[in-house]
């Protein structure tokens, strides 16, 4: 009996560990890990990397998350369309460098998010760790991603209503990576039309089975604004950095995918073994 | 042996209402986020950027068939431009950030 009360009693611990060691990295902002020389550095380098492509249009994904509150086989909490441009600057010179083209949840109203253009320190200021997920289309690819994101197709693919774990396939609600998922389809089918962009995107997109069960997903959008799942069967299913970079791989739409560590580069296989990828 | 089985019964429901409480607010955190931290911190970090960087006022993506207009290549036009040649694009030296929000700007809080 003693045993059972001590068990109880450790289970009790790790349960208010938990919550409060989440609760650390919550609405707060990005974990305070790099110097903003760091991240100017990061940044830069991240641009020169593109660059070096002979990139115009790439998907680019950053990690906002501590690695250990991420859930397996998730590595990347964000993503976005670099656009090599030209950036006035507010002494009047300009230059050549990317500018990120992102939905970002609104601060004031969570479960709102707004399209916004920043770059790359911007992009980066969020950063848990010094890496970044890069897929470079193949130029077809991207020279009709261009014409997407510089028309107003652009705006018109954004719904505002957000849900961090928006479901892809129907157009109810949308994140981030929904987002980017349709305008890469706009880009392929050459179409606007979001009932051929959902069509295509159940047949042949495989998105990553949030490993939670009921109960507990409901529980969080209960008591979150942001996490709903009115637009979810279950499993609960969502797109994610890795199952875009999958499915673009498959599908031969890029000429490239890596990752890029501070200063090193590191290739990733174009099968992205850690996913979870049981619900096919 | 009755207040050891009364602790047990309590204990159990305390760690079932702990999980419960624990596990929405792991899920938040830790599923797929597209970055109500990164608008937050993006703002912060373009005021620091500020002491080693400049801020932009605009920002036009460069057409393909205007790279050439801008010295990165020429002689060249059109789509072929990705892969034509094996020179890296041009970037520029400043660290460039995004100005403030639109509302802060408009309230007169722009300087960074």
Not at chain 1, 34 to 51: G, N, P, W
Not at chain 1, 98 to 105: G, I, K, R, V
Not at chain 1, 230 to 245: F, K, Q, S, V
Request: glycine fraction near 6%; aromatic fraction near 8%.
């Amino acid at each position: 009996m003693m045993q059972l009360v001590r068990c109880l009693l450790v289970i009790t611990c790790l349960g208010f560990s938990q919550a409060g060691f989440t609760g650390i990295g919550s609405q707060s902002g990005p974990l305070a890990v790099f110097k903003t020389e760091d991240i100017a550095r990061f940044s830069k380098s991240v641009e020169h990397a593109l660059a070096s492509r002979r990139t115009m249009v790439a998907l680019v994904a950053r990690n906002g998350r501590s690695p250990d509150a991420l859930p397996p086989g998730v590595n990347y909490t964000h993503v976005g369309f670099a656009v090599y441009s030209v950036i006035q600057l507010k002494d009047g010179t300009t230059q050549q460098g990317y500018a990120f083209h992102n939905l970002y949840q609104q601060e004031e109203q969570p479960d709102r998010s707004v399209l916004v253009t920043d770059l790359a320190p911007d992009f980066f200021a969020a950063t848990a760790e010094l890496k970044a997920g890069v897929i470079i289309p193949k130029p077809e690819l991207q020279r009709k991603l261009w014409d997407i994101i510089t028309s107003k197709t652009f705006h018109q693919l954004h719904n505002p209503e957000y849900s961090a774990i928006a479901n892809p396939f129907n157009s109810e609600l949308q994140n981030c990576t929904e987002f980017v998922m349709n305008v890469t389809q706009a880009a392929i089918y050459d179409t606007t039309q979001i009932q051929a962009i959902k069509a295509n995107l159940r047949k042949w997109f495989s998105p990553y089975r949030i490993p939670y069960g009921k109960t507990t997903v409901q529980l969080a959008a209960f008591s979150n604004v942001d996490i709903k799942t009115e637009d979810h069967g279950y499993p609960y299913l969502t797109a994610t950095y890795g199952t875009i970079a999958e499915y673009m791989a498959e599908y031969e739409l890029v000429t490239e995918i890596f990752e890029l560590r501070d200063d090193a580069t590191l290739p990733i296989p174009q099968r992205v073994p850690d996913l979870i990828l049981d619900m096919r | 042996m009755k207040s050891i089985k009364k602790l047990v019964k309590t204990l159990a429901a305390t760690v079932l209402l702990t999980t419960a409480l624990a596990a929405p607010t792991f899920a938040q955190n830790a599923i797929f986020h597209s970055g109500q931290a990164s608008a937050n911190s993006a703002r912060a970090a373009g005021h620091a950027l500020a002491a080693i960087g400049k801020t932009a006022v605009t920002v036009v993506a460069v057409p393909f068939k205007a790279v050439g207009a801008i010295g990165v290549l020429s002689d060249k036009t059109g789509d072929a431009l990705l892969e034509a040649g094996t020179a890296p694009l041009e970037i520029g030296d400043e660290y460039a950030t995004a100005g403030p929000s639109p509302d802060a700007a408009l309230a007169g809080g722009s300087e960074q």
